[in-house]
């Protein structure tokens, strides 16, 4: 594992070490783990929102549709 060294203003430290405290993290480089695995999931979120929105349509999102996908997300079933 890498080390990177931050500095921060007094006020976003004492915001961080506050949200290390309240949220029960371990130290501040956890709480800043998290935060940054939370910024790739969203970027991978909005790149899969944003390929499905320029995709063609593939069909008709009636009630069957969306009931087999209910299906599929129980059964983990998303080859």
Known sequence: MS???VSLPDALQSFVDQQVVERG???CSEYIQ???QRELDRQKFRDL???GAS???VG???AEYFDDLRRRVREDDWQ
């Open 3 to 5: 080390n990177v060294n």
């Open 25 to 27: 993290y371990e130290t």
């Open 34 to 36: 998290v935060l940054i």
């Open 49 to 51: 929102v944003m390929e």
């Open 55 to 57: 995709s063609p349509p």
């Open 60 to 62: 008709v999102a009636d």
